[in-house]
């Protein structure tokens, strides 16, 4: 079989005959254009004709002490041509002024010196005991082939080097090499068009010209390399279903005061929820809203139910409890910090969504962890209803590929009626929780001067990733994710 070859690839087969193994390195100085020669490697590869050898190579950089080694000589070094010049007694170790040796290195290297035998006590004086000046020749000019990235000769003083901390560290780098396998018979082929450029369109008569064959049924090897987080992508599909619906986004903060996170919403304030079980409080208070009228209206609402009909919690409402900072716990919070800042029109028309991090109280198993994301959403206008809420609901949820949901009634304190949903999990069988919604309270409602309809909803979006990949939440995230599909996943179609 004779194979056709482009010049550049006739050029490298022979050099790896000629050499029989050569590195890649010498390899791209045969020719000017490196990319060439690496595409030239991979045919010859894929045809069988050479063989690539990868072979981890130590080398050594200079770390911190080496650097300096290297311009100011060893401590021990330093000491020694002292000794060379002064009279030292062991007494004066610790008292002793050198100039560019501090005075823990006088004693450092005053241990090296006796521990390499250059110098000796008698009568308890400090006595050379023999020229050091080779050894540290030695060692210096090993540091500087380190530096150079030259061939090491010393191998002693490379271990001395080693020994000693922070004047070297080891690194691998990776060498490639390319070993010559068969012989083949070939035709170079001139003139064959790797790209197509409209110059050459211009130029030629399409029907003339001649293409390279590429091998396009052979997959690469795969990278072991970063990629998007399926959580994250999640997060950006939610995103995309709200956008397209008209919403607009909101964002708050991840550390509120319990006025946001509960009571302005009417969650009363000897709620279950509040207690530490749930809630991560923090130590400081935090400030409440300057407006006055807001901070006794929902102080109002709070005691009698001020002007909505409601009675109230019939207590007298703890202003200090209100300040109190925790970690949100829902990103409802962040829902009635944007109701308070919504515009007058916005009031009476608007619908907002929210992608974010909560925070509960809960002991870790298998689908609670203390830290997970919300996302969550309200619209404001006339005539809504539980059915448009539940037909929002089922609407959203298929554009994620669940179309079994069902529902059932629930409790929250600020939405009334409560409306819980379910979607059926097909790998499971079995029906999961997906999201809690309702109608705001008139009392939760009345402090910000919304008398219009307001339905809303949040939910897990960890639950969500689950029926989208169908897989349990430790699998996609926490230290028991499946690593193997983390990096292979592929992500499912949906409607959107
Ligand atoms: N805050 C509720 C939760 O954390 C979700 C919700 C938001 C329910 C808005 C009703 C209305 O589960």
Same mark, same amino acid.
Request: hydrophobic letters at 40%.
């Given at each position: 079989m004779v194979l056709n070859f482009t010049a550049i690839e006739a050029k490298v087969y022979e050099e790896i005959k000629k050499q029989k193994e050569i590195d890649l390195d010498y390899l791209l100085a045969i020719d000017e254009s490196k990319d060439k020669i690496r595409r030239a490697v991979e045919t010859l590869k894929s045809q069988g004709t050479i063989e690539e050898v990868i072979e981890k190579e130590p080398f050594y950089e200079l770390d911190c002490n080496g650097i300096d080694a290297l311009e100011n000589g060893f401590i021990d070094e330093r000491f020694y041509n002292y000794l060379k010049e002064h009279e030292v007694s062991i007494s004066q170790i610790n008292s002793l002024e050198? $100039? *560019?040796?501090? *005075? /823990?290195?006088?004693?450092?290297?005053?241990?090296?010196?006796?521990?390499?035998?250059?110098?000796?006590?008698? !009568?308890?004086?400090?006595?050379?005991?023999?020229? $050091? =000046?080779?050894? &540290?020749?030695?060692?210096?000019?090993?540091?500087?082939?380190?530096?150079?990235?030259?061939?090491?000769? $010393?191998?002693?003083?490379?271990? /001395?080097?080693?020994?000693?901390?922070? @004047?070297?560290?080891?690194?691998?780098?990776?060498?490639? =090499?390319?070993?010559?396998?068969?012989?083949?018979? &070939?035709? #170079?082929?001139?003139?064959q068009i790797l790209y197509l450029t409209p110059d050459i369109l211009k130029s030629k008569e399409i029907s003339n010209l001649d293409f390279k064959e590429f091998e396009v049924t052979k997959l690469p090897v795969p990278k072991d390399i970063g990629r998007i987080h399926p959580l994250r992508l999640v997060f950006r599909q939610i995103r995309e279903v709200y956008l397209e619906m008209g919403f607009k986004e909101m964002k708050g903060p991840y550390v509120e005061t319990c006025f946001w996170n509960m009571d302005a919403m009417f969650i009363s304030q000897n709620h279950p929820a509040r207690d530490v079980q749930d809630t991560f409080y923090l130590e400081k208070k935090g400030d409440l809203p300057k407006d006055q /009228?807001?901070?006794?209206?929902? $102080?109002?609402?709070?005691?009698?139910?001020?002007?909505?009909? =409601?009675?109230? &919690?019939?207590?007298?409402? !703890?202003?200090?409890?209100?300040?109190?900072?925790?970690?949100r716990t829902h990103t409802t919070a962040t829902t009635y910090r944007t109701l308070y800042n919504l515009s007058k029109e916005e009031k009476e028309n608007s619908k907002y969504f929210c992608i974010d991090k909560v925070f509960r109280n809960e002991t870790i198993d298998f689908s609670h962890l203390p830290e997970f994301h919300q996302a969550e959403g309200f619209i404001?206008? !006339?005539?809504?209803?539980?059915? !448009?809420?539940?037909? @929002? #609901?089922?609407? @959203?949820?298929? *554009?994620?590929? #669940?179309?079994?949901?069902? @529902?059932?009634?629930? &409790?929250?304190?600020y939405t009334e009626p409560s409306v819980e949903a379910s979607g059926y999990h097909e790998k499971t069988k079995t029906w999961l929780e997906l999201i809690n919604a309702g109608i705001f309270r008139p009392e939760s409602l009345a402090p910000f001067g919304i008398n219009k309809t307001? #339905?809303?909803?949040?939910?897990g979006i960890e639950r969500l990733a689950m029926f989208i990949y169908q897989k349990p939440i430790k699998d996609i995230h926490g230290d028991e994710a499946n690593l193997d599909w983390l990096r292979d996943y592929v992500v499912p179609k949906t409607e959107i």
């Open positions: 050198i $100039s *560019k040796l501090k *005075k /823990e290195e006088v004693v450092l290297a005053f241990g090296i010196l006796k521990k390499e035998q250059l110098i000796e006590i008698i !009568d308890g004086k400090i006595v050379l005991r023999k020229d $050091s =000046s080779e050894k &540290y020749d030695e060692l210096k000019k090993t540091l500087q082939q380190i530096k150079n990235q030259e061939k090491i000769i $010393s191998l002693n003083a490379l271990e /001395e080097l080693q020994k000693r901390k922070e @004047f070297i560290v080891k690194k691998e780098k990776q060498k490639k =090499s390319y070993k010559f396998l068969n012989l083949i018979n &070939y035709e #170079i082929l001139e003139d /009228e807001l901070i006794s209206k929902v $102080s109002e609402i709070h005691n009698n139910g001020w002007n909505t009909g =409601s009675t109230g &919690y019939k207590y007298v409402w !703890d202003l200090e409890m209100a300040k109190k900072l925790v970690l404001i206008g !006339d005539d809504l209803s539980l059915g !448009d809420l539940m037909a @929002f #609901i089922k609407e @959203f949820f298929k *554009k994620f590929g #669940i179309t079994k949901v069902r @529902f059932k009634p629930t &409790y929250n304190p307001v #339905i809303a909803w949040g939910f």
